[in-house]
């Protein structure tokens, strides 16, 4: 069948930002827009012709015209095998683990992760790279400059395939096979985490809540809580994946997934409860009346590893990203391995991943993960509480305490300023960056500041160097602020503050948070001025 040259002109603003090009439904919806990114993907990764190719979203508004559309590019660019979930629907884990297991030369997924959805919505694809990991810095800085001169792409033209149906079709030369998204990542699950043991916790009665926000985990969520391990079908919420996430915004924290947060401080709660994002990279954890932070739930899933049988005997290391909360720092410590510290992005984990060099990783938004696929895995952080719990007989509760007595405990927050005048995110961003070299030896009363600069990162395994990845304030071991500008958003820009405080075992270990972090708060203001510079009496949302 012939491939047809459509002339085009590039678009300006196609520059992928912390995890692939997110923007407003309307941008993707223009003419040529997605059609210009994919093809310039294609004239950079020209081992995806002949290859396979894993195709797939988080099921928002335009996945399905846009699963189409890739469909007749990937005919135009002679991709030999394309593989696509039913219903268009993978999350961003199980994709990143479909690219492993075929060995595919690469993936597109379509999500805007948490960001809402629906026509007035977000949309995004991501690029990932052969191994399943998101696209590196130096490859996506190669396809926006391919981006900007872009003349042309690529199709064979097509009808249509029905990607609800499983089976094979082809376009052209191109084999198309709709497969089942979830089958191959419950696989995956069941060989990293002892399921009989979960199994028979959850027979002795041991209750348990999952909400997929109406988004891409309900499907897996399912067959695995429920089908596989018997949970009873109400213990999934919010399962069937919804265009526009039913109004919501799948953003699984104390505010956005607030009645799960209900329950779990309600009467007689359920032991655990956990919610994923919309591509299902993210989770949040709760116990009876308590929220595990995400920086503590790395730390506790690390210091629990043995008793998970993926994980036994074979943690050679950790890694977080730079505003993540030191606790699993500790845990490193003490086991004896070495702890990295990343810029912000999944894709700076993989190629200590793929190195061995890290075997479990996280990120303080409620990203956690191992080197068991290439990106952050919200399903897998709760089947690995579930495990722990299961084999433990503790709560979280208990786990939490006990890790805080052992360790002391990482006060955490986030303070994000959303939707600000990119100028005036710019301009709290360039101050501060002016005064960091003079405030080093300075005292406040969360200690003296001991480094402040702005973030870079040597990569150990290839020696690429990423700048300008954020700016930190530290106080010694006691306390941290750290400040960076977001590359996720679609509309304006926002500031994300992190304010971390340590508690030795023999402090107070069981302050409310706001209260803890309430005079590094002040700090914070004083130092980086966002309020003053902004106008902004206070953050847009706290995690
Ligand atoms: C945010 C988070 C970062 C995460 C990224 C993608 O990026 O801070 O930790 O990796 O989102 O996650 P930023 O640049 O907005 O701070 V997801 O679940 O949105 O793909
Ligand atoms: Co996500």
Redesign the pocket.
């Known amino acids: 069948m012939a491939v047809l040259q459509i002339a085009t002109q590039p678009f300006a603003d196609q520059r992928p930002?912390?995890?692939?090009l997110r923007k407003k439904v309307k941008v993707f919806q223009q003419p040529h827009y997605l059609e210009n990114f994919v093809q310039s993907v294609f004239d950079c990764v020209e081992e995806l012709a002949g290859a396979t190719l894993v195709l797939g979203g988080d099921g928002r508004y335009h996945n399905r015209e846009a699963i189409q559309t890739i469909l007749r590019l990937a005919a135009g660019n002679r991709v030999a095998h394309v593989i696509v979930g039913q219903g268009g629907i993978v999350s961003?884990p199980a994709a990143s683990n479909l690219i492993r297991l075929h060995e595919a030369a690469g993936g597109f997924l379509f999500?805007?992760?948490?960001?809402p959805a629906g026509p007035d919505g977000d949309f995004g694809v991501?690029f990932n790279i052969a191994g399943g990991g998101q696209a590196p810095e130096n490859l996506t800085q190669r396809i926006y400059e391919q981006s900007r001169s872009i003349q042309r792409y690529r199709v064979v033209e097509h009808p249509g395939i029905d990607i609800d149906r499983r089976g094979a079709a082809k376009i052209g030369d191109t084999m198309i096979e709709v497969i089942d998204g979830v089958a191959d990542y419950a696989k995956l699950m069941e060989r990293l985490f002892n399921f009989d043991r979960i199994a028979a916790w959850l027979k002795a009665g041991h209750l348990i809540r999952y909400d997929a926000l109406h988004a891409v985990t309900g499907p897996y969520a399912r067959r695995i809580l429920v089908d596989l391990l018997g949970a009873p079908g109400d213990a999934v919420v919010n399962a069937i994946p919804l265009e526009d996430f039913g109004g919501g915004h799948p953003d699984p924290n104390l505010v956005y997934a607030k009645p799960l947060v209900d329950i779990a401080f309600g009467k007689d709660p359920p032991e655990l409860c956990a919610a994923s994002?919309?591509?299902g990279?993210?989770n949040m954890i709760l116990g009876r009346h308590i929220f595990i932070s995400p920086g503590d739930s790395l730390a506790m899933l690390a210091a629990n590893h043995s008793v998970i049988p993926g994980y036994k005997n074979r943690v050679h290391g950790f890694a977080r990203?730079m505003?993540t909360s030191r606790a699993v720092d500790q845990v490193a410590d003490k086991l004896g391995v070495k702890c990295y510290e990343t810029p912000?992005?999944?894709k700076f984990f993989c190629n200590l991943l793929d190195a061995g060099k890290a075997t479990i990783c996280g990120?303080?938004?409620?990203?956690t993960g191992s080197d068991h696929t290439r990106e952050?895995d919200g399903l897998w952080a709760v089947l690995a509480w579930l495990n722990i719990l299961a084999e433990t007989g503790k709560d979280v509760q208990a786990i939490a305490g006990s890790h805080w007595s052992d360790f002391g405990r990482h006060y955490y927050a986030r303070h994000d300023y959303e939707a600000l005048p990119g100028a005036d995110a710019g301009a709290v961003m360039k101050e501060l960056e002016l005064v960091l070299p003079r405030l080093v030896g300075k005292q406040f009363d969360a200690g003296t500041i001991t480094q402040s600069d702005s973030f870079s990162y040597d990569d150990p395994v290839d020696g690429s160097h990423a700048e300008g990845q954020g700016l930190r304030i530290v106080f010694g071991r006691s306390a941290r602020i750290v400040l960076?500008?977001?590359?996720?958003?679609t509309s304006g820009a926002?500031l994300?503050l992190y304010l971390e405080r340590y508690e030795s075992p023999d402090g107070i270990l069981d302050q409310p948070v706001n209260i803890a972090l309430s005079p590094l708060a002040t700090i914070a203001e004083k130092i980086t001025r966002i309020g003053e510079l902004t106008g902004r009496k206070s953050p847009t949302l706290v995690t």
Request: proline fraction near 3%; charged fraction near 30%; avoid cysteine.
């Open positions: 930002g912390t995890s692939g961003t999500t805007a992760s948490h960001n991501k994002d919309g591509d990279d993210r990203s505003p912000t992005g999944w990120e303080e938004s409620f990203g952050k960076r500008q977001s590359g996720t958003g926002t994300r």
